[in-house]
């Protein structure tokens, strides 16, 4: 009888197997082809900076990253202010000004600080209480983004190289204004600092607001100290500024103003001065008319060739009349505005009229017409 060949059979999974793994080995080679070839063009084509780019595209980036309708600088202090004695002896804006302060949003690095030694005087209603005051405390200065709607400037540009720090500064300081807003016990130090922090803005800052958010010093509790208006009329004196402009509550005092009158002159400036006018308080319009004419005072200062006229903007009005059936103190709230905006040349400064109502050729209105103008 003849043997049986026995013949065996590869199983199907088995020859499966080595057509996958001649598949897999074939995909392998394939990227590591693509892969150098990739590579190949890679290293052979070449890159686009941003300094590659044309100048008119780099600017127009430059606009969307830096410019603002306003930059405003603010000073805080570094944590909350603590107080000594009783607080019931500092005057009412003081003790405001307590409760209210913002610290810095972040801790002070890579900038310029100042210890502020606070100085307070008693009310004399209240002299039989201990007296009481505000620790020296530890400020310093950063970029207002808590009351803006606006996006804050990249100011990080200018730390990418010296080319696109001198591109982004340069149009930085020369296109916006720079709006310090400060208390009279900062006013010196803020400015200054922020200054001496970007030694680029020596060479390019060109217009500068101060808005001193206080009563100026001289007035009611505070003292007039000369020595730092004169220490930041030096540094402004060392800029090249096209517009410079400042806004106070009340006048302030001559020996003050003194000090910074000769800074000038400007191409444009705006001078904004906060009163409040309560009936048994002074005459209304002896009052405008001082403000007026420091307004004037201050623009021939700082003007070379004009003169513009002071306008008035009432910003809340209660005045009353005899026949009212609702009785009140009569008081208004105002602003004294004159000079120019930058850019502006030969017209007295803008007003939106959605932020009070305006009041012109108010100095030749007699008594009775002028309370009729300011209700």
């Known amino acids: 009888m003849a043997k049986r060949k026995c013949t065996t059979t590869v199983p199907a999974k088995d020859s499966n197997h080595n057509i996958d793994a001649t598949t897999d080995g074939q995909r392998k080679r394939f990227r590591s082809t693509e892969e150098t070839t990739t590579g190949n063009a890679e290293a052979t084509s070449p890159r686009t900076s941003f300094l590659d780019l044309p100048g008119e595209i780099r600017n127009q980036i430059y606009e969307l990253a830096l410019l603002r309708p306003k930059i405003t600088i603010v000073s805080r202090s570094e944590k909350r202010l603590e107080v000594w004695g009783d607080v019931d002896t500092l005057s009412d804006d003081l003790r405001a000004h307590w409760r209210t302060t913002q610290v810095l949003s972040r801790a002070v690095e890579r900038r310029t600080s100042w210890e502020i030694h606070p100085t307070i005087v008693r009310k004399k209603e209240l002299s039989g209480l201990s007296p009481g005051g505000i620790k020296p405390f530890l400020a310093s200065y950063e970029l207002d983004s808590r009351n803006t709607k606006e996006d804050p400037p ?141 307004c004037e005072f201050v623009c021939s200062k700082w003007l070379a060739n004009t003169s513009p006229t002071p306008i008035i903007r009432v910003l809340r009005s209660t005045l009353r009349r005899a026949e009212d059936l609702v009785p009140s103190t009569p008081h208004v709230r105002y602003v004294v505005m004159c000079g120019f905006l930058p850019g502006q040349t030969s017209r007295n400064l803008e007003i939106d009229s959605k932020r009070g109502k305006t009041v012109r050729d108010w100095k030749d209105l007699s008594d009775e017409d002028l309370v009729a103008a300011l209700e």
């Open 154 to 294: 990249v100011v990080g540009l200018f730390g990418v190289n010296r080319q696109i720090r001198e591109e982004a500064a340069s149009m930085f300081f020369l296109q916006n204004t720079f709006s310090f807003k400060t208390r009279w016990e900062h006013f010196n130090y803020t400015p200054r600092a922020f200054i001496s922090d970007l030694p680029l803005a020596f060479k390019w800052l060109r217009s500068v607001h101060l808005l001193l958010d206080c009563k100026p010093p001289g007035h009611r509790d505070y003292p007039a100290d000369t020595s730092k208006v004169v220490e930041l009329a030096d540094t402004i004196k060392q800029l090249q500024l096209r517009h410079f402009g400042i806004t106070v509550h009340r006048t302030p005092v001559p020996l003050w103003f003194d000090s910074i009158a000769t800074i000038g002159p400007f191409e444009s400036t705006a001078i904004e001065i906060h009163g409040h006018w309560q009936e048994g308080r002074g005459d209304l319009k002896e009052d405008l008319m001082q403000e007026s004419n420091f």
